[in-house]
């Protein structure tokens, strides 16, 4: 393997340790966000309940306090943002796209391993460019979904932090004009 080779692999390893960060960043977001529309949910629901069992209240204490503690507004507002909440968990569907950034980290995961293993191993000159080869093939099949800004940047960073990766697009040998 030449010097441009394997800097060209060293910069595409860091592109994928980087999406395969961010992806798991993002899959951890999505389970954040379902745990607490999920708790939202719960806790309102259980609250909407239960109010029906509170005590009388005297009519000059119920006149006394704020609008929304009135039971009769409280279990209409708490019902609908109960239904908000879980209109929320049904169509953003946290939990699958957790699960769909967390399979694309292990699948960028896969990618980083199989580009360590090239440039490790010593191989003819024909076998690392066919090996090369099957490696853009397999990213450019690969998932490719959005993640957010946040998160990408929170990838590159930590990426970054390790010092390990020559700079970005090092590889490429510098054009005048």
């Known amino acids: 393997m030449n010097k441009d080779q394997r800097k060209m692999l ?27 529309i ?6 309102l629901s259980t609250i909407i ?8 209240v005297e009519v000059e204490t119920y006149k006394k306090l704020p ?3 009135k039971q009769n507004f409280f279990i209409a507002f708490s019902s609908t943002i109960v239904a908000l909440l879980t209109g929320l968990q049904t169509f953003l569907k946290p939990n699958e796209k957790a699960e769909q950034h ?11 391993h199989r580009i360590e293993f090239i440039l ?14 099957l ?9 490719a979904i959005n993640t957010s800004d946040k998160n990408f940047k ?22 005048k004009l």
């Open 102 to 112: 967390k399979n694309t980290g292990s699948n960028y995961e896969r990618l980083r």
């Open 10 to 36: 060293l910069d595409w390893m860091r592109k994928v340790h980087q999406l395969e960060y961010a992806h798991r960043f993002e899959s951890i977001k999505w389970v954040k966000v379902h745990r607490w």
């Open 154 to 175: 929170k990838g590159k960073n930590k990426i970054k932090s390790f010092g390990k990766y020559p700079k970005e697009l090092d590889f490429l040998p510098d054009i």
């Open 67 to 69: 609008f929304f503690l």
């Open 49 to 56: 309940a239960f109010s029906f069992r509170f005590p009388e």
């Open 135 to 143: 490696v853009k093939e397999e990213w450019e099949n690969l998932d």
């Open 120 to 133: 490790t191993t010593k191989f003819s000159v024909t076998e690392t460019k066919s090996r090369i080869e």
């Open 38 to 43: 999920g708790y939202g949910a719960f806790v």
